[in-house]
């Protein structure tokens, strides 16, 4: 415990300012910040917040606003948002998308239900096989245009048999169809080509060959901070063991610990699954949990986990005292007491001294006060968002009182509520998270002082 709090913390939170005037100075995200959590203290003191505050929050959101509308240094997502509440051809567009795959697979299946390859194969030689030979490649290439017209000269010609008809008719009349074809001619209209450059600036399209990329990058990246907790782990608990006395109970480390089925308490949104932990305990005994470490790749993942972290917590302590529960791990079964599980609780929002975030990225610039999640948020806001219309559409902005809806909210909406808390979970996120290097160094220097 020592260890763990006399270790460097490399990845703090800066300090909020100190002032209304040092916030605004800061500029608009500083003096949003600001203004949330004067918010976020007001009502967890059940008093109204300043009276200055909601001139702030407003003030700063409609000059984020503004800055997010830039066409050269703005955010490309809130662009492509503000086109999507603005053209309705854009927001049918993306409708469809939601329904395209399951379009395509159904048109494609339906369509080699009567002519795909191995199917024609079996046909006599003639007019109608080599009438529906082009159909299974149209679908696969995805021409829906042309597939629709040649199911048509098909069925004109009246050279399918008398069996075939009613299936190309139901593809042809289909609403899988329509909305395939629908959704390329949308594709063809500028606004619309407009959108998927703003989408495709925001970052690759999920379903990508980047966004998969992107992916195998970041599990590479998770699997090397994993390696790096797990070692500092095992470290930690080779030196403890060289220093225990000759039958006490001995340390082992333990990984990707998983709560058993049945576990006291509701698994929904609780983390289930845990990084490392150091487990002590004698031959044939139950283990006592000494450490708990959730392991991150980059500093700023680990805010928006905390909160799962803290639910997974509370429901590990609700164990029974007497009660020995077997988790399955990465390194075997392992049986831990119940009373040492109670010692999970957290301490109010807080983590409790012995669980911490591990993480080996390197040293960072200062993380910023108001976080891209919560700007994304803010910005997504029904007020916002009109306000963005208007000065979209080449009007004046709007007054920013305009924006107060959106101040409201943050006290009664539970969208916002993690928007709400934004500031202090990350500073308590960052505040609980040491660099492996740091964990051991801290480590090596509380055993020799002992």
């Not at 949003?32 to 203290?41: C, N, Q, S």
């Not at 302590?317 to 390194?331: G, H, K, L």
Request: a positive charge; aromatic letters at 4%; hydrophobic letters at 45%.
């Amino acid at each position: 415990m020592e260890a763990l709090r006399t270790a460097p913390r490399r990845y703090l939170m800066p300090a909020l300012p100190h002032s209304t005037e040092a916030a605004v100075e800061g500029g608009a995200t500083t003096a949003l910040a600001f203004a949330i959590e004067a918010a976020r203290l007001a009502k967890e003191r059940h008093q109204p917040p300043p009276a200055h505050a909601q001139e702030m929050f407003t003030r700063a959101l409609s000059q984020l606003i503004l800055q997010a509308l830039d066409p050269d240094g703005g955010d490309p997502a809130f662009q492509a948002s503000v086109l999507q509440a603005q053209e309705a051809s854009v927001h049918e567009h993306v409708q469809l998308r939601k329904t395209r795959a399951a379009d395509q697979r159904a048109v494609r299946m339906a369509t080699d239900a009567v002519a795909h390859p191995g199917k024609l194969r079996r046909m006599p030689a003639g007019a109608a096989r080599e009438a529906l030979a082009p159909l299974h490649g149209l679908a696969a290439a995805g021409s829906w245009a042309e597939l629709a017209r040649a199911i048509e000269q098909v069925l004109g010609q009246h050279i399918a048999e008398p069996q075939g008809r009613p299936p190309l008719q139901a593809i042809l009349s289909g609403t899988a169809l329509a909305r395939l074809l629908r959704g390329d001619a949308l594709l063809a209209l500028e606004v619309v080509r407009r959108y998927l450059a703003l989408c495709e600036r925001r970052g690759p399209l999920a379903g990508s060959h980047a966004a998969a990329a992107d992916g195998r990058t970041s599990a590479r990246e998770g699997e090397r901070a994993e390696q790096a907790g797990s070692e500092a782990f095992h470290q930690i608990a080779g030196l403890l063991n060289e220093r225990r006395p000759q039958g006490t109970a001995a340390y082992r480390v333990v990984r990707n610990l998983r709560t058993p089925r049945g576990f006291p308490g509701a698994a929904s949104k609780a983390k289930e699954e845990w990084d490392a932990a150091l487990l002590r305990s004698a031959p044939g005994a139950a283990a006592e949990l000494i450490l708990l470490a959730e392991i991150k790749a980059s500093s700023a993942a680990a805010t928006s986990d905390l909160p799962r972290l803290l639910r997974g917590l509370r429901r590990l302590a609700q164990a029974s005292a007497e009660t020995a529960y077997a988790f399955a791990s990465a390194d075997g079964a392992a049986r831990i007491l119940g009373s040492s599980l109670h010692r999970l609780e957290p301490l109010g929002h807080s983590l409790p001294p012995h669980v911490f975030y591990c993480c080996p990225a390197a040293a960072e610039p200062p993380p910023q006060v108001l976080s891209a999640a919560t700007k994304a948020v803010l910005l997504a806001e029904p007020a916002s968002l009109a306000f963005a219309q208007q000065v979209a559409r080449g009007e004046a902005a709007p007054p920013h009182a305009a924006l107060a809806p959106a101040w409201h909210s943050l006290f009664t909406a539970s969208r916002l509520r993690a928007a709400l808390h934004q500031y202090e979970t990350a500073a308590m996120a960052r505040a609980a998270m040491l660099h492996p290097d740091d964990l051991l160094a801290a480590a090596n220097r509380s055993l020799r002082q002992s």
